[in-house]
């Protein structure tokens, strides 16, 4: 079965200033990778995901992440940080043949965006 | 074209009462899935349906806990006799699509704004 390990719970950081959130997975064969993103109150949001191919992906509102096999690693990025950024994020693995179609989300990581 | 459509929003029950959550597929929509969310966790799949089956309730609790997508009208998860431990926030995504045709069948996933349950 797949898992998702998030490491940080919260993370702060200064409007403008880069981000990277840390997502690990555990999965025997190529996993299908996601990022979503949860407005407090609102459901969640796919920011992007990658099936195959090139290991960077971009996604919607500048955010992109790529998947690093050696280090079982899909990270989360973003250049520059807007307030409007702040929100809990979640990264998520689904599974080809052999495993469970259904995601496997991880605990998530609060952001916190300081002016 | 609406969204996913959950309600209530907010639920409160007294233990021993039962909650009755509802979600309403995006349009075209003829799956929906079921994730609870305990405070400072991910979601947790619990149940996929099609109109009329139960599809894959491997994450359902095995007591108290039962689910619905009928016919006509919206998919339904009851918990009878709530505890507090039932405390959560319940998700509610449909997809046009079975998401088993594909792990890729996840991204058209939609969730709908979720219903906050509180046990008192």
């Keep these: 079965a797949q898992s998702v390990t998030q490491p940080d719970i919260h993370i702060t950081v200064s409007e403008g200033a880069s981000l990277e959130l840390r997502c690990n997975y555990s999965y025997g064969a190529t ?27 971009q996604g ?9 096999r050696s280090q079982s690693s899909f990270n989360l990025r973003k250049p520059s940080v807007h307030w409007s950024d702040a929100a809990e994020y979640f990264c998520a693995v689904g599974a080809g043949s052999g495993g469970s179609y259904i995601p496997t989300f991880g605990r998530g990581t609060s952001l916190i965006v300081h002016p | 074209n609406a969204g996913v459509m959950q309600n209530p929003r907010h639920l409160v029950r007294r233990r021993g009462q039962e909650a009755r959550l ?13 994730y609870r969310q305990l405070p400072e966790e991910g979601l947790k799949f619990m149940v996929y349906l099609q109109k009329e089956n139960i599809i894959d309730e491997s994450g359902m609790p095995k007591e108290r806990f039962s689910a619905e997508f009928p016919k ?15 405390s959560a926030a319940y998700f509610c995504a449909s997809s046009p699509l079975p998401v088993q ?10 969730f709908g704004p979720g219903t906050r ?4």
């Design chain 1, 60 to 68: 919607i509102k500048g955010f992109e992440a790529e998947f690093k």
């Design chain 2, 22 to 34: 509802r979600c309403s597929p995006m349009k075209g929509h003829s799956h929906v899935y079921w």
């Design chain 1, 31 to 57: 996993p299908y990778l996601f990022w979503y993103v949860q407005s407090p109150g609102q459901g969640l949001q796919l920011l992007l995901k990658y099936f195959s191919g090139d290991t960077l992906v």
């Design chain 2, 101 to 110: 045709t594909s792990g890729k069948g996840a991204d058209t996933q939609y």
């Design chain 2, 72 to 86: 006509e009208g919206p998919s339904i998860l009851r918990i009878q006799q709530v505890v507090r431990g039932d």
């Design chain 2, 117 to 120: 349950l509180t046990v008192l």
